[in-house]
């Protein structure tokens, strides 16, 4: 399992035009799910996400965890593309459709975030806070 975090001040998804989730400053995770992973590795992605100090203290230091801030979850299944032969991204390694909404589903609500819609063309804008970006996988 791996995210991609966003510090943000806002992000916003849309599906054909209409916006369906939106939060203001917090954390934007984009989330790729790969064959094989599991229930535990969720949990435990998502627990690590709720505990990451990336967020400024009253110092001016990251040493802050989300806490009372909001969380937009987005599926991201291109995380797992291949690019290692040729210039066509392969992605053999993304788990399958229903196994992946399932374990997106989990964060989702380990996280108490809004989210995305599972497997549609979404629209993600976001204004990046620092800009802070961080890489986590399982």
Known sequence: MR?????????????????????????LVLLGVKKGDTEAEAEKLAARLLKLRMFNDET????????????????????YGDTGKGNRPSWI???????????????????????????????????NDGPVTLLLET
């Open 3 to 27: 995210a991609l975090i966003q510090r943000v001040t806002e992000a916003s998804v849309e599906v054909e035009g209409r916006t369906v989730s939106g939060i203001g400053p917090g954390m």
């Open 60 to 79: 001016g230091r990251m040493n802050e965890p989300a806490g009372d801030r909001e969380i937009l979850c987005i599926s991201q299944f291109t995380l």
């Open 93 to 127: 390694d993304a788990a399958g459709g229903e196994a992946a909404e399932r374990l997106y589903d989990l964060v989702c609500e380990k996280l108490g975030a809004s989210r995305g819609i599972f497997g549609a063309d979404m629209k993600v804008k976001l204004v």
